[in-house]
Each structure stands twice: as C-alpha cells, then as structure tokens.
Nanobody, 124 residues
Framework: QVQLVESGGGLVQAGGSLRLSCAAS????????MGWFRQAPGKEREFVAR????????YYTSSVKGRFTISRDNAKNTVYLQMNSLKPEDTAIYYC?????????????????WGQGTQVTVSS
C-alpha cells in the first residue's frame, strides 16, 4: 500500500509560480512511475505530467509543456511539479498518482494510488 500526500497549492496571480510536492509512504516509491493530474470545477480529471522511475523520462500534456516541470527525489520519496507562468486556466485541484505497473499512461484509471489533492487557484 502507498499513501500520497500533496502540498504546495495556493492562490497566485497569473504569471506567477508554485511548486507542488507529493510525499509518498512505503519503500516501493522508487519503483513507481509517478504522475500529476488536475481537475477543474465541472470538468473531468486530466493528465498533466508523468515521470519515469529513474526520473530521466518525462512527458507533459501540451497545454503545460514549457511551463511545468516534473521531477522526483527517490531518496526523499517525493515527486514535484514546478509550475511557472501560471494562467487562470491552470486553476484546479492537483493530484499526484502512482503507477506500480509501469504502463506509462496518461489515463487516470491506470494509476492505482492517489493523493487527496491540493488546490491551485490562479487569479487574472
């Protein structure tokens, strides 16, 4: 079993930055592909970014490419999402998720473990 706890959300003006963290419990974190998803009010949960076990491979949805950076520190059991040049349309609850099967997927149903989410609000 893996427990994920996100932090770092908040209110920021457009053009600003936030860094989200996701701390994982358990000794198997370093063997999981990790992802970030977000869900805006009235919308479905959408994929944002994912990172491989080693951290060398990453993938982003097109709307955040060049603005967001996903990274991980396996020694600290933590995955990060650095968000720069934030836009009002980035407003959402952000969730981290773990994929123990290594499916390298953008589909939420392929991630087995989820955090409780952290709210990000970008004002215009």
């Amino acid at each position: 079993q893996v427990q994920l706890v996100e932090s770092g959300g908040g209110l920021v003006q457009a053009g600003g930055s936030l860094r989200l963290s996701c701390a994982a419990s358990g000794r198997t974190f370093s063997s999981f592909t990790m992802g970030w998803f977000r869900q805006a009010p009235g919308k479905e949960r959408e994929f944002v970014a994912r990172i491989s076990v080693s951290g060398f491979s990453t993938y982003y949805t097109s709307s955040v490419k060049g603005r967001f950076t996903i990274s991980r520190d396996n020694a600290k059991n933590t995955v990060y999402l650095q968000m720069n040049s934030l836009k009002p349309e980035d407003t959402a609850i952000y969730y981290c998720a773990a994929d123990p099967k290594g499916l390298w997927s953008v589909r939420a149903q392929n991630y087995d473990y989820w955090g409780q989410g952290t709210q990000v609000t970008v004002s215009s």
